[in-house]
């Protein structure tokens, strides 16, 4: 089972929105609303964002909302601020014996 | 307030074995299935393995199978990696994280423990 793809890096300027897609194939993100997005700052745990493609836990900022199509989900992050500079990683359920897969993480730059 | 507290890492040979434990509180830790994921250093999350409420259901990455086995007890509220025939691979921040309810992520993680294999 392969590793999904997110791009490496993503920045933008506070107040701006971004989005970081997260592409898999069919036998993961597209045969699943099971994809969740995690935010990792430098030396911590990861912290769930999002869970079954858009649903926001309790106390996770609605600034940042999530989506699919087809094979590729995205994280959307609006109105940046400087606190939300961090690596971000997608996972889907896969439905294999690796029962879930992580992207590579991008990390995200506030200029 | 939901805690998950790994131990157990360190430096160890090749070929060598380590037990990792995670110690959890602030939740009926019996109703919830529970994960290891793992992080090499500057590397990206892997998924290890995660075992179901009564122990019953255990499921593992490929790269370990034959060589980790995960456990619980459930009156201790403990989790446990057992992890055997280590390689300079397996080098990681191995983090301890609790399945959410609605199933396939993780709602609750802890702070992770290294393991290094080198000689």
């Known amino acids: 089972q392969s590793a999904l793809t997110q791009p490496a890096s993503v920045s933008g300027s506070p107040g701006q929105s971004i989005t970081i897609s997260c592409t898999g194939t069919s036998s993961d993100v597209g045969g699943y609303n099971y994809v969740s997005w995690y935010q990792q700052h430098p030396g911590k745990a990861p912290k769930l964002m999002i869970y079954?493609?858009?649903n926001r836990p309790s106390g996770v900022s609605n600034r940042f909302s999530g989506s699919k199509s087809g094979n590729t989900a995205s994280l959307t992050i609006s109105g940046l601020q400087a606190e939300d500079e961090a690596d971000y990683y997608c996972?889907?359920?896969?439905?294999?014996?690796?029962?879930?897969?992580f992207g590579g993480g991008t990390k995200l730059t506030v200029l | 307030e939901v805690q998950l507290v790994e131990s157990g890492g360190g430096l160890v040979q090749p070929g060598g074995s380590l037990r990792l434990s995670c110690a959890a509180s602030?939740?009926?830790?019996?109703?919830?299935?529970m994960t290891w994921v793992r992080q090499a250093p500057g590397k990206g999350l892997e998924w290890v393995a995660n075992i179901k409420q009564d122990g019953s259901e255990k499921y593992y990455v490929d790269s370990v199978k034959g060589r980790f086995t995960i456990s619980r007890d459930n009156a201790k509220n403990s989790l446990y990696l057992q992890m055997n025939s280590l390689r300079a691979e397996d080098t990681a921040v191995y983090y301890c994280?609790?399945?959410?309810?609605?199933?396939?992520?993780?709602?609750?993680w802890g702070q992770g423990t290294l393991v290094t294999v080198s000689s």
């Open positions: 602030g939740f009926t830790f019996s109703s919830y299935w």
């Open positions: 994280a609790r399945d959410n309810l609605s199933g396939w992520n993780f709602d609750y």
């Open positions: 079954d493609v858009s």
């Open positions: 996972s889907s359920y896969t439905g294999s014996s690796t029962l879930v897969v």
